[in-house]
């Protein structure tokens, strides 16, 4: 049954996020968290975004007034001390995104909480601030990630359930979209991992520009994410540099970053739009399994 419109503050139409997973060379380490290879070649693209991508595209949406939210591995702040202060500096949003880049079906219940637990210490001691937010690496959850975030009192941004945010098993979630993700299309390290080339921009603009617009008539949540790496390069500076000139042109769009976003829905719709997230049981034993 189609839900109601929902109710961005304001009387605007729609709302647009900009988010940054600040990867940088975090997941090159849970890959290898048995022993390192003795190559560059992966770790170079990588802290490229550290070095050079991540102050490119802060430059680039401050010029457009943007205040964004950066999703950052603590094994990303760690090495690059420097970063989460800069960012708060700079008044944009930091949230928690695992520490070394850590994926759930790789990852036992009490591994994701020390881990957690890790991340958190790291970004008070950094700025002593304590994030608001979570987005799983890979953008994965179990139920008992979920129930985590919930004890910690973040909200979480992984999941794609709506187009709009709302209520997971108690936490205010606030969705993305693989569409909408810089690295389905242009995350290319080369080396002989990678099967296809990095897509071209022109074709990757008009269709988020497509998906925005078709967004933005239906009133929901236009939830953007790029990664350092990747969207610090030059003809990516150009692409959001083109897609921020249109969606900024329209002035019913909200921009607000994600944590922006969650105490809204909190204030707002927490009880509109509640799901439960338990794991449903297989389909052996159903009346219409044959086996």
Known sequence: MPQDTYAWPNGYRS???????????????????KGMPPLLSHLEQRRFGPRVGLWRVLDTIERYGIKGTFFVPAKTAEDYPEILPALVGRGHEIGLHGYFHELANDLSDAGFTHALEASLALFEKQTGQRPKGFRSPAWEMTPHMLAEVKRFGFYDSSLMGYEHPYTVNGVTEVPVQWLLDDAVFFRYLGGGGDLAPPSAPGPILDGWLDEWSVLHRYGSLFMLTVHDWISGRAQRIALLEKLFERITAEKDVWWATVGEIAAHHDATQKDAYVVDASIPAGVEGHPAWIG
């Open 15 to 33: 709302a647009a996020c900009f988010t940054l997973d600040l990867d940088a060379h975090s997941p090159h380490f849970w890959n290898h968290r």
